[in-house]
């Protein structure tokens, strides 16, 4: 069994690369480095440079390593961003998508997890199941949402069966200290606060403390990026087992604010973090948070690190071996 995983340099690829290889499963990495990093590619792990959008060489690859499954993680991520360049995350995206999908029909290649995210709902003030209202509000949400609609009708037609899961606010790190997150610049809200705590970040920007939620600041369901590679792995062995194509939420099934993260981060660093109030962002929401039933009853998973705290006290013990912190870089 040979698993390419593209976008496999990144945050939840090189996980998954990991969870896969402790596994003893013959592992594949599709990269460009675009934003993924070098240093968290697994040793273990077979590495091609190159972009997910490249049909000749996909081809290549898959004949050469014998490919029988991929978990499509490789695409542009930043909701802010794709507002200003929405032809970028149509292309990286949805266009990249569709290139993987028709090369895995010609080589024979039957089985996908796909990283979908909650952006493809429609704003909601109450925790959202798979069969809520979809109307995502950027282009980010759009353009995956696009390719489930590709996703969906390849499989309605016999070419693929494939687990479709929806991300909440993934976070968090290995336990074993192996990867986190390390995107420079980063927007996520976890990883920046982690970065102010240790000096890294003059200071962390509250994007709008005028939010209709209790404390005035964004709601947002964490889950732990290892409970999140368990529900890939599970959805990998449903699919292996001849099981239906799925679409799925991964969440916890409950919300922490901006605030309360904060006081998370505060506790486990045991030092204040430095904040500024700034201007709400382009396509934020108040509230995003899931309805995790499904996923539950679908594949059996049990959460382990259902706890922010312990979500929190992870990453910043990657951001911790970083080593002495530089220059903080300016509150964003």
């Given at each position: ?152 009708d390849a499989a309605a037609a016999g070419i693929l069966r494939a687990g479709v899961l929806r991300y909440f606010n993934v976070a ?161």
């Amino acid at each position: 069994m040979t698993t390419l995983i593209t976008g496999g340099a990144g945050y939840i690829g090189s996980h998954m690369a990991l969870a896969l290889l402790d596994r003893g499963e013959r592992t594949v990495i599709l990269d460009n480095l675009s934003t993924g990093v070098r240093a968290l590619i697994p040793a273990r792990a077979a590495f091609i440079e190159g972009d997910v959008g490249d049909a000749d060489l996909l081809r290549w690859l898959i004949r050469r390593y014998g490919i029988d499954e991929v978990v499509h993680f490789a695409g542009s991520t930043v909701v802010p961003e794709s507002v200003a360049q929405p032809l970028a995350y149509y292309r990286n995206n949805a266009a990249a998508a569709l290139t993987l999908l028709s090369v895995m029909e010609e080589c024979g290649v039957e089985r996908l997890v796909f990283s979908s995210t909650a952006a493809v709902y429609a704003p909601s003030d109450r925790p959202v199941d798979e069969d809520a209202p979809l109307g995502p509000v950027t282009p980010y949400g759009a353009s995956k949402l696009m390719v489930e609609r590709m996703i969906r009708d390849a499989a309605a037609a016999g070419i693929l069966r494939a687990g479709v899961l929806r991300y909440f606010n993934v976070a968090g790190a290995d336990a074993a200290g192996r990867a986190g997150q390390s995107t420079p610049r980063a927007t996520h809200l976890i990883k920046a606060a982690c970065e102010a705590a240790c000096g890294r970040r003059a200071a962390l920007t509250i994007h709008g403390d005028d939010w209709p939620t209790p404390d005035g600041t964004g709601v947002r369901d964490y889950i732990h990026v290892q409970d999140l590679i368990e529900i890939h792995a599970l959805m990998l062995r449903r699919l292996r087992e001849g099981g239906a194509t799925a679409v799925l939420n991964c969440g916890y099934g409950k919300g922490a604010s901006v605030r309360e993260v904060i006081g998370a981060v505060e506790r486990a660093a045991g030092r204040r973090v430095p904040v500024r109030i700034g201007p709400r962002r382009p396509g934020d929401l108040a509230q995003v948070v899931a309805r995790a039933d499904r996923v539950r009853a679908t594949l059996g998973w049990r959460p382990r690190n259902d706890d922010l705290d312990r979500i929190v006290g992870s990453a910043l013990a990657w951001e911790a071996r970083a080593g002495p912190a530089p220059a903080p870089v300016s509150p964003s």
